[in-house]
């Protein structure tokens, strides 16, 4: 089974760092893509950053210049460094996996912004 652990979620205040990290077991492919995916109250999914095996990059936006995604492939790890956080940051923060079409999430960590 594949199963994708989360943590380095909490309570910042505007303007503060969290990091969050992901690390993903059962994986038998060794190719695939991981990401970050948030999730605020009565708000659809929607994509954070992404990461391939290569280290190609993609990032919404609203989060271009402050957040950074990275991953260790040998750990099977994916990070994502959250600076300069706004209350708009607020959000469930979900981990993605994505490999031969198929793909998987965590369980979510919350990310608070607030003063």
């Known amino acids: 089974q594949v199963q994708l652990v989360e943590s380095g979620g909490g309570l910042v205040q505007p303007g503060g760092s969290l990091r969050l990290s992901c690390a993903a077991s059962?994986?038998?492919?060794?190719?695939?893509?991981m990401g970050w995916y948030r999730q605020a109250p009565g708000k659809q999914r929607a994509l954070v950053a992404t990461?391939?095996?290569?280290?190609?990059?993609i990032y919404a936006d609203s989060v271009k210049g402050r957040f950074t995604i990275s991953r260790d492939n040998a750990k099977n790890t994916v990070y994502l460094q959250m600076n300069s956080l706004k209350p708009e940051d607020t959000a469930v923060y979900y981990c993605?996996?994505?490999?031969?079409?198929?793909?998987?999430w965590g369980q979510g960590t919350q990310v608070t912004v607030s003063s």
């Open positions: 993605h996996v994505k490999v031969m079409g198929m793909t998987y």
């Open positions: 059962g994986l038998i492919f060794n190719i695939y893509t």
């Open positions: 990461i391939t095996n290569g280290g190609n990059t």
